[in-house]
């Protein structure tokens, strides 16, 4: 009979789908008591000084540029308590059949009380040319316990505006969330238990498929990043806190993140004000204040850095904790870090 091990061995020798030791020699399952441990003691060090230390559960870098240390000095010097840092992979590896990075072991191996170890950024090529591949990939380190949540998948992403900028157009993507990439990634966060982070732009036209989805698969773990930012107005006129309130009432397991845009970012493409959250004197509407505050658990802390724009981690925290501050006591702390623990480990923070 084939052992285990061997058996492990001889699946991770297929090189679409592993570019890691395999997991009966490293033992790369993450031991999740020790790890909950040192989160747990760096947050409550940093709540002993009597600040906030939110866990920014979306940010993503090139693992072969990334300096770790530095963003683990950052997140020290700013009293971050945690970053969940996933690797976006590149057409270099797509081409060496690369399907899932070890990124987040070694980040693991050397930082394991300030990172999160999250899958890989679900971008072109890899969600566009092979899908199953990687997703089958991600689904396998999530199953040998490797990472503690998915990556964000761009299921309809314009180009940002840092790309639009350089005249970037790759990551105008497209990837229809009710085909099959879209079934098997809903699936994958039903199987696994895993939360997965969607970019998808607020459209019209795109709401009716994501509700389907939602009532589909009633267990898939969704984060929709970038509450409220909506890049084109006139493409989305059903979308509204109260629209926001709806889905937040009739699909329990929908999260939104809170990486927007500040009050005067505009979008350069349509020139307009992405982030909607915002009032013209600086301060979160009304509806948006009311929302959150109807419905504290859905909404996460992020910082939504990228390898063009961890240098800058500083404003970005800056701008963050300006958002946090206009927000409740309490809330704040659920919306720091109370509520990202909850999703990571499907407990209170204690
Ligand atoms: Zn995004």
């Known amino acids: 009979m084939i052992s285990r091990r061997r058996l492990l061995q001889s699946f991770c020798a297929l090189p679409s789908l592993c570019a890691w030791p395999a997991v009966g020699q490293t033992r790369a399952g993450l031991d999740i008591e020790q790890l909950k441990s040192g989160y747990k003691q760096r947050l ?32 020290d010097r700013l009293n971050i ?52 591949e990687f997703l089958e990939a991600q689904e396998a380190a999530a199953r040998q316990k490797a990472i503690l949540m998915f990556g964000e998948y761009e299921l309809r992403h314009y180009p940002s505006p840092r790309q639009v900028k350089r005249g970037d157009t790759d990551r105008d993507v497209e990837v229809i969330i009710d085909g099959p990439t879209g079934q098997r990634l809903f699936s994958m966060s039903e199987k696994t238990g895993l939360a997965f982070q969607i970019h998808y732009e607020i459209e019209d036209r795109f709401l009716p498929p994501l509700e389907k989805m939602l009532a589909q698969y009633p267990k898939a773990r969704v984060i929709w990043c970038h509450v409220a930012q909506v890049r084109f107005s006139e493409r989305a006129s059903q979308y509204s806190a109260a629209y926001v309130d709806g889905l937040i009432r009739r699909f329990p397991n929908l999260y939104f993140d809170t990486a927007f845009g ?57 701008k963050h904790r300006h958002f946090l501050s206009l927000l409740p006591e309490s809330i704040r702390h659920e919306v720091g870090y109370r509520n990202a623990w909850k999703l990571l480990f499907n407990e209170e923070f204690a």
């Open 44 to 75: 409550k060090k940093i709540l002993a000084t009597g600040t906030l230390p939110y866990i920014d559960i979306e940010s993503s870098c090139n693992p072969g540029r990334v300096d770790i240390r530095d963003i683990a000095k950052d997140l």
């Open 262 to 318: 500040d009050a005067s970012s505009i979008y350069p493409v349509s020139g307009q004000r992405h982030s909607r959250i915002w009032s013209d004197n600086g301060d979160i509407k009304p509806e948006w204040r009311d929302l959150i505050a109807a419905h504290p658990g859905r909404f996460l802390s992020a910082l939504d850095l990228g390898q063009d724009r961890l240098h800058r981690i500083a404003e970005y925290d800056q």
């Open 81 to 132: 308590g945690l970053m969940a840092l996933s690797s976006d992979l590149g057409r270099n590896q797509f081409d060496k059949r690369i399907r899932y990075d070890d990124f987040p072991q070694r980040l693991m191996a050397e930082y394991a009380d300030r990172f999160i170890p999250v899958g890989n950024g679900g971008q072109p090529p890899f969600l566009t040319e092979a899908a199953d």
